[in-house]
């Protein structure tokens, strides 16, 4: 290749590489370029029953800062088969594979949306539930003594809420109190018929590789019903201890290491 040629080829890939990183290609090409690494998986968040997308906050701001790329879903509380078609939607909008997390009921729904999307290489599981088929998340939340959240439910139509008052020593103990009460007003209810329907067809983990990030002061799920679910869906157990039922907004880099484990580990 004579001197013009190579001022030619080499002007050409560093355009080719400037439009790339325009339209979102770029970190593929670059990534080509310096030895063939991977893309990081998209890691695709989902709240439970009683909160929000702002909830992960923290943890995607750790996902984020690592180089994830991050998608927190909306989930209506409706049922569960409603819930995981609008998961399963959002997941079939990504591009590249997914590592799925739910919390709390979300992990009924997660069970649900993921089930033969060979998509998803990874389910977390932050202090939710890891239902077989049949299971409610009511059944399940039973199952073993411990759970004290029956009490607190404030019950408008088919909405149940937890009461404001009470919110704070229920949901998020350990999370700053001024913060538990505002969690305690922005609350999204669910609605009741979700916690008892029953999950449909195989669920992901039986096919997917699973991580379970355990809360030991959970008042929502028992603790054991959780341990007993995890070791029968054979996930990856990690302990957070004395943290409650919002592990994930009390220990976010705890919840975020888990996550990008499992996306290590399967991507």
């Given at each position: 290749m004579n001197k013009k040629s190579?001022?030619?080829?080499?002007?050409?890939?560093?355009?080719?590489?400037?439009?790339?990183?325009?339209?979102?290609?770029?970190?593929?090409?670059?990534?080509?370029?310096?030895?063939?690494?991977?893309?990081?998986?998209?890691?695709?968040?989902?709240?439970?029953?009683?909160?929000?997308?702002?909830?992960?906050?923290?943890?995607v701001r750790r996902l984020q800062d690592d180089g994830y790329p991050v998608v927190a879903v909306a989930n209506p509380l409706r049922g569960v088969a409603s819930d995981a078609a609008v998961v399963r939607s959002v997941v079939d909008d990504v591009d590249g594979p997914v590592v799925l997390v739910g919390h709390s009921y979300a992990g009924n729904v997660i069970t649900e949306a993921a089930s033969g999307d060979p998509k998803v290489t990874a389910l977390v599981y932050v202090a939710a539930f890891l239902?077989?088929?049949?299971?409610?998340?009511?059944?399940?939340?039973?199952?073993?003594?411990?759970?004290?959240?029956?009490?607190?439910?404030?019950?408008?139509?088919?909405?149940?809420?937890?009461?404001?008052?009470?919110?704070?020593?229920?949901?998020?103990?350990d999370v700053p109190a001024r913060t538990a009460r505002l969690l305690a007003v922005s609350?999204?209810?669910?609605?009741?018929?979700?916690?008892?329907?029953?999950?449909?067809?195989?669920?992901?983990?039986?096919?997917i590789p699973s991580y379970a990030l355990i809360p030991t002061a959970d008042k929502n799920i028992p603790a054991a019903a959780q341990y007993w679910m995890a070791a029968r869906a054979h996930?990856?157990?990690?302990?957070?201890?004395?943290?409650?039922?919002?592990?994930?907004?009390?220990?976010?880099?705890?919840?975020?290491a888990v996550i990008e484990r499992a996306a290590r580990e399967h991507s």
């Open positions: 190579r001022v030619i080829a080499t002007t050409t890939a560093g355009v080719v590489l400037a439009a790339g990183a325009v339209y979102g290609l770029g970190p593929s090409i670059a990534e080509a370029h310096a030895g063939g690494h991977r893309a990081k998986p998209t890691v695709v968040l989902v709240h439970g029953a009683f909160a929000d997308s702002s909830g992960w906050n923290d943890v239902p077989d088929t049949g299971e409610s998340a009511g059944e399940l939340s039973n199952k073993f003594p411990g759970s004290t959240l029956a009490p607190t439910l404030h019950q408008i139509g088919s909405d149940l809420y937890i009461d404001q008052a009470k919110f704070p020593q229920q949901f998020a103990a609350q999204r209810p669910i609605d009741a018929a979700a916690l008892a329907e029953p999950e449909t067809g195989t669920p992901a983990w039986k096919t996930a990856e157990v990690t302990v957070a201890k004395g943290a409650s039922h919002l592990v994930l907004a009390s220990q976010p880099e705890k919840t975020a």
